[in-house]
């Protein structure tokens, strides 16, 4: 994965387009026409177009990947390229950015795309009991102004040289101002793709649009069709059968069976992808750190990745900066499995043993159910008893997670470091799914903010690496693994020599970068 430095960033403006370029095989190959059929899992009876409720595969692929645009677009290579947005400049501070719109692009009714989109837009995030992830995002723009119709300048409250990359969060859609509601309702966006029927929690069909700003590069298929198949083994057989052309998230108890058979071929991506078991540090015992450093040697990563991973992956150190990120600290010591370890936090606790409940469901991540049976073995030892829940997949990500003290997760990591932070770990953010704040780590917070905004690397590394020390030696989130995106694809499709590794399924986006071979 590519990476662009901050003070790169700053400069990038004016030649998006030659950094989408960059990296990227040439797709003479690549065809118009057909219809791509995905099985995805994600998906959920709520969902909706409103981007500030997404938060799996089956809407970003559905809404980001295919319906809608957002202002920046992070390219298959890690590099960023603009999307609504042409180009964009910052002052040398990176406090003030203006981001220069594309013209002639319209909304699937028929409006002009504009600044007051974008504004209008923006602002959902932070209206009042708005939930959005991407809340933190906009909630630190201080000022937006439209400076013409096709010009908008944001001001921040701090410099932050990764911004433009912040503009590329998957709950950022741009919806045409003035008619949100009917957007939403609907599916309105300015995406290559015409919402025909979405059915929440079933399926979506969408036809390609013609004569779309993104002219033929991208765009492929004529139709596409989202179904959602939530269960693996139904996701498998359905791929086996040719009822769909390609699923996410194969399950490895039986990626054999898809390897034998000729029509179908494995992709396997190496990215950020975090498997979890956050713990709400404001929720007693948990807030004890020495219980959640009981809790960190008490279990066992290699087993983890050997067992529930099957080697698609690597040993996570419970920071959520992974391999594809620009200042992962891959040189940090590794925590390893030690009961004697845990007895010992244990007695630093005041406890000659725990008794805790773990909530988990495959809805979280394929083999969490198994994953939390290998950490009670192995806590056990330590004296750590767990008692499994078993929680039902269905309103898992509703009612489990963000609620249960101590739950599985997963995350697809984020392509920038501050980007992760703020999203889960800075102190009163709507995804601080472990309440991780100042009274666990005042330094903690105290280096998101410096480290946001400043510009020379070498410093900036320093912070970053400290962040992950913090986070590996007190946080209230264990990361036990990092599972690579592996995912099947009929050999009906094509794709591009390199693949996007942020999120599933070519960071969603299969809709506008694969084609019928």
């Given at each position: 994965m590519r990476h662009i430095s901050r003070r790169g960033l700053l400069k990038t403006g004016a030649a998006a387009g030659v950094l989408a370029a960059s990296g990227l095989p040439l797709q003479a190959q690549a065809k118009r026409g057909g219809r791509l059929r995905a099985g995805l899992s994600g998906a959920n009876t709520s969902d909706s177009w409103d981007g500030r409720t997404h938060s799996d595969l089956y809407m970003i692929?559905?809404?980001?990947?295919?319906?809608?645009?957002?202002?920046?677009?992070?390219a298959a290579d890690g590099s960023l390229k603009g999307e609504l947005a042409e180009s964009w400049e910052a002052t040398?501070?990176?406090?003030?950015?203006?981001?220069?719109?594309?013209?002639?692009?319209?909304?699937?009714?028929?409006?002009?795309?504009?600044?007051?989109?974008?504004?209008?837009?923006?602002?959902?995030?932070?209206?009042?009991?708005?939930?959005?992830?991407?809340q933190p995002i906009v909630a630190a723009i201080s000022e937006m102004k439209k400076i013409t119709d096709h010009q908008v300048q944001m001001t921040l409250e701090a410099g932050n040289a990764d911004f433009p990359y912040l503009m590329s969060d998957y709950h950022l859609l741009i919806y045409p101002a003035g008619q949100i509601e009917e957007a939403i309702a609907n599916g309105i966006g300015t995406g290559l793709y015409q919402v025909q029927s979405f059915e929440p929690g079933v399926r979506m069909v969408a036809t390609r649009v013609d004569s779309h700003y993104k002219g033929?590069?991208?765009?492929?298929?004529?139709e596409?069709?989202?179904?959602?198949?939530?269960?693996?083994?139904?996701?498998?057989?359905?791929?086996?059968?040719?009822?769909?052309?390609?699923?996410?998230?194969?399950?490895?108890?039986?990626?054999?069976?898809?390897k034998a058979n000729p029509m179908i071929r494995i992709q396997e991506v190496t990215g950020n992808q975090q498997y979890t078991f956050p713990m709400l540090t404001n929720v007693a015992p948990f807030n004890d750190v020495n219980v959640r450093k009981a809790l960190k040697y008490g279990i066992n990563r290699q087993e983890m990745v050997d067992k529930i991973l099957q080697g698609h992956g690597r040993v996570g150190n419970d920071t959520p900066i992974g391999p594809a990120n620009q200042y992962f600290a891959d040189d940090l010591e590794q925590l390893?499995?030690?009961?004697?370890?845990?007895?010992?936090?244990?007695?630093?606790?005041?406890?000659?043993?725990?008794?805790?409940?773990?909530?988990?469901?495959?809805?979280?991540?394929?083999?969490?159910?198994?994953?939390?049976?290998?950490?009670?073995?192995s806590a056990a030892v330590g004296g750590i008893n767990i008692n499994l829940v078993q929680e039902p997949a269905d309103g898992y990500w509703s009612n489990v997670w963000l609620k249960k003290p101590f739950c599985a997760c997963y995350w697809s990591g984020r392509a920038t470091e501050d980007w992760m932070f703020s999203t889960a770990y800075e102190e009163g953010v709507p995804w601080n799914d472990s309440q991780w704040g100042s009274e666990d780590s005042a330094r903690f917070q105290e280096l998101l903010l410096l480290a946001r905004a400043e510009l020379d690397s070498d410093k900036r590394r320093e912070q970053y690496t400290e962040m992950q020390m913090i986070l590996r030696d007190e946080g209230g989130v264990i990361i036990p693994m990092f599972a690579n995106y592996v995912q099947a694809v009929s050999t009906k499709v094509q794709n591009p020599e390199t693949v996007g590794n942020l999120w599933q399924m070519d960071n969603g986006r299969m809709a506008?970068?694969?084609?019928?071979s």
């Open positions: 692929a559905s809404a980001q990947g295919a319906v809608f645009d957002s202002l920046t677009e992070v040398p501070d990176a406090k003030t950015w203006t981001f220069n719109l594309r013209q002639g692009v319209t909304f699937h009714n028929g409006k002009a795309f504009g600044a007051d989109d974008v504004i209008a837009s923006l602002e959902l995030h932070v209206a009042e009991g708005s939930k959005s992830a991407a033929d590069e991208a765009g492929y298929f004529d596409i069709e989202y179904i959602a198949i939530n269960d693996n083994t139904a996701r498998m057989n359905a791929l086996m059968t040719g009822q769909v052309d390609a699923i996410n998230r194969i399950d490895f108890k039986t990626e054999a069976l898809l390893t499995y030690d009961p004697d370890k845990a007895k010992f936090h244990l007695k630093e606790a005041g406890m000659d043993s725990l008794d805790i409940d773990l909530s988990a469901s495959n809805a979280a991540f394929e083999g969490a159910v198994d994953a939390a049976q290998l950490y009670q073995a506008e970068r694969w084609w019928m």
